[in-house]
Nanobody
Framework: VQLVESGGGLVQAGGSLTLSCVAS????????MRWYRQPPGKQRELVAT???????HYEDFVKGRFTISRDNAKNTVYLQMNSLKFEDTAVYYC??????????????WGQGTQVTVPS
């Protein structure tokens, strides 16, 4: 199983970006999917989660600005980021709980995509 993020880049403050993360491989089903980020010199932190049923959770620092969504038919999770701030500069990672069979579920991570918002 592989998770591949895309959509990162450099964007001016106040701008928008949409990140995508596609899961591929031996997938029986995908349960909760998450976006994390790691700002320069800091620890990785949770940004948002979405369950297989579509229930979402956001950390306070992105509420009202970021939207997480998923397309189950495409095994893809998205992160729409609006009103970007310098503090949003980070490597963004997707993470997913993926069942490879009825009995086995594992946690998989993508390689990360850089988002840079210049000061």
């Amino acid at each position: 199983v592989q998770l591949v993020e895309s959509g990162g880049g450099l964007v001016q403050a106040g701008g928008s970006l949409t990140l995508s993360c596609v899961a591929s491989g031996n997938i029986y089903s995908i349960n909760t999917m998450r976006w994390y980020r790691q700002p320069p010199g800091k620890q990785r932190e949770l940004v948002a989660t979405i369950t297989s049923g579509g229930a979402v959770h956001y950390e306070d620092f992105v509420k009202g600005r970021f939207t997480i969504s998923r397309d189950n038919a495409k095994n893809t999770v998205y992160l729409q980021m609006n009103s970007l701030k310098f503090e949003d500069t980070a490597v963004y990672y997707c993470d997913a709980d993926i069942q490879v069979s009825r009995s086995y579920e594992y946690d998989y991570w993508g390689q990360g995509t850089q988002v840079t918002v210049p000061s």
